[in-house]
């Protein structure tokens, strides 16, 4: 399992505790050293089946900045997947990827739900 995270990020720590409280073993992977591509981004939003904005960081401060909120809905897939791409801190986290199975953000319920049986 892939966990990919901002190792400051509250949330991220909260995910973290949850993974090894339930015996979860995962591969730690830091989104601004090692920002997840275009190819990675492209594939886990095909498998997640979720909505492309689930994987924007709508509350952090980068995407307010330069006002993603009114600019995606104007945007191609194709372009908002560049975008998330080009800076980590804009993609949504902590990002779990294992098989067919792809999470962003941390809710316990969903997360017990998915992967709480691994």
């Known amino acids: 399992m892939l966990f990919i995270e901002y190792p400051k990020c509250s949330t991220c720590q909260k995910a ?43 509350s952090g ?7 993603l909120k ?17 800076n980590g801190m804009l993609v949504k986290r902590p990002l779990i990827v294992e098989g067919g199975t792809v999470l962003t953000g941390f809710k316990e319920a969903e997360w017990t739900e998915k992967i709480g049986q691994a």
């Open 70 to 86: 009114d600019k995606l809905p104007s945007m191609s897939e194709e372009e908002q997947l560049k975008l998330l791409a080009a």
């Open 16 to 58: 973290k505790k949850w993974l090894d409280a339930h015996s979860i073993a995962y591969t730690d992977r830091h989104i601004v050293e090692e920002n997840p591509s275009y190819d990675e981004l492209k594939e886990w939003y095909e498998k997640s089946g979720l909505p492309l904005k689930r994987f924007f960081n709508t």
């Open 61 to 67: 401060m980068l995407y307010k900045e330069m006002q």
